[in-house]
Structure formats: structure tokens, C-alpha cells
């Protein structure tokens, strides 16, 4: 006797999701989980190629964006919600990653980290709360954070700065926002291998960094994606506010 076949629901049929930085890596990952769980997805991204792509590849839109400038943010942001017709869900995963000895960093590396991974947060969060606001229907933001707000790090303190900053922005939006339904959270992930790291990495370097995780393995893009629909999701309706670690034990706080 055949056993019957199995299917399963979308998890999130009929979202409306932008997915900053969904171009490739962690971002790519999530926009694909998303458009795969039933969702109707925007990617804004700087990179126009690689976001073209993966826009087409996953039946995505793609609106081109430069967070550190606001005006463009906020003509993006409001792009991508006019084509989704509204907006149910915001994943921050844009951000710059800089590696500077402390005593190195320039004001204007400085302001650049900060303009696009704290500044660009703050703006596609103010342009989302105000669509789901007007609309009436609650939604929720997740901001991609990093281990580094929790833990910080030697030559990125810029980096640790801004990260720590996502954090204290959400749990301000959860305070604020949550009257109108709307739930805000982070994620801190860990030692992530991207398409890119794995080729700049010696496997000397993967191993190391392998063996500080009690699961005895670096995260993949993957792992970010599911905790990220988590949140995004009903499953999570009682959860805001948090910077939830995605580190394999790394970090544990």
C-alpha cells in the first residue's frame, strides 16, 4: 500500500515582504525562503546585477537602493510598497562590514558603517511603521543584527557599533509600535559562511571558528533564513523585542 503524499502550506501565503540586502548571501537566502514559504517579495539592493537576478530567479521584484543616502532610501522603500500594494513584513539584512584597527578608523569610514547599517535601519523601519500604520494591519520587522552587538570584536568596533545600535532601534520599535501591532526583532547571527566567505576563508580559518560553536559547524545562510521567517511570521505573535542569537552557541546571551 503507497503511503499518501504529504504536503505542506505555505507558511506565510500572501505576505508582503522587502528584503533589504536580498541580493546574495543572507539576504538572498531570506527573500528566497520567503518567496518559497508563499510570500510576495520586493529585494531592494545596491547591487543591481546580482538583485536583478536573484529578483527573477525567486519571482521577486527588484527596486535598486543606496542606504546611506535618505532620499534614496525613502524613494525606494516607497517603490517597492506601491508595486506589493502594501506591506506586512520588513527584513533589514543590508549592512557594510569594515575590518579597522580602533586607533585606524576615519570619521568617514565611520560614517559610512554607521550611515548604512544604523541610519539605513532607521529609515526603512520609519517608512514601513508608517505603511502599517495608515493600514491598520499590524506586521513585523526583523533587523539583522550580528553577534558582534552582544559580544563586540577586535578591528571592527565601528561594525560592533552599528550592530549594537540595530538592537537598542528595535526594542524601541517594539515599545512604540507595538500599540498598532507591530512586532520588532532582531537577529545576531554568528560566523556565517556565504558564497563570498567560503572563498576568502582557509579551511584552517572555517575549522578554527568551527570548533568555538558547540554544534561544531559555522551557520549557513539557511539558518538565518528560517529564524528570520520565524519571526516573520504568526508562529512568533508573541514575540518582540528580542536580538535573538543565531551563533551555534557562541553566544549565549
Not at 500500500?1 to 504529504?6: D, E, G, L, Q, R
Not at 558564497?195 to 559555522?218: K, T, V
Request: charged share 20%.
Amino acid at each position: 500500500m503507497t503511503a499518501p503524499s504529504v504536503t505542506t502550506a505555505p507558511r506565510i501565503p500572501g505576505y508582503r515582504v522587502v528584503v533589504t540586502g536580498g541580493a546574495r548571501g543572507i539576504g538572498g537566502a531570506i527573500a528566497a525562503r520567503f518567496a518559497a514559504e508563499g510570500a510576495r517579495v520586493a529585494i531592494l539592493d545596491l547591487l543591481r546585477v546580482e538583485g536583478a537576478a536573484t529578483a527573477a530567479r525567486i519571482g521577486a521584484c527588484f527596486v535598486d537602493v543606496d542606504l546611506a543616502s535618505p532620499d534614496d532610501t525613502a524613494r525606494a522603500m516607497s517603490e517597492a510598497i506601491d508595486v506589493l500594494g502594501g506591506l506586512d513584513v520588513l527584513v533589514n539584512s543590508a549592512g557594510v562590514f569594515r575590518l579597522t584597527p580602533l586607533l585606524d578608523i576615519e570619521p568617514a569610514e565611520w560614517d559610512r558603517v554607521l550611515d548604512v547599517n544604523a541610519r539605513g535601519t532607521l529609515l526603512t523601519m520609519q517608512a514601513a511603521a508608517r505603511a502599517m500604520i495608515s493600514a491598520g494591519r499590524g506586521g513585523a520587522i526583523v533587523n539583522l543584527a550580528s553577534m558582534a552587538a552582544k559580544k563586540g570584536g577586535g578591528n571592527e568596533a565601528h561594525y560592533a557599533a552599528s550592530k549594537a545600535a540595530v538592537v537598542a532601534l528595535t526594542r524601541a520599535a517594539a515599545i512604540e509600535w507595538g500599540p498598532h501591532g507591530i512586532r520588532a526583532n532582531a537577529l545576531c547571527p554568528g560566523y556565517v559562511l556565504t558564497e563570498m566567505g567560503a572563498r576568502s576563508r582557509s579551511p584552517e580559518q572555517i575549522a578554527e571558528w568551527a570548533s568555538w560553536s558547540p554544534l561544531g559547524r559555522l551557520g549557513d545562510p539557511d539558518d538565518v533564513a528560517s529564524a528570520a521567517l520565524f519571526l516573520a511570521g504568526p508562529d512568533s505573535a508573541y514575540l518582540t523585542g528580542q536580538a535573538v542569537n543565531v551563533t551555534g552557541g557562541m553566544v549565549m546571551h
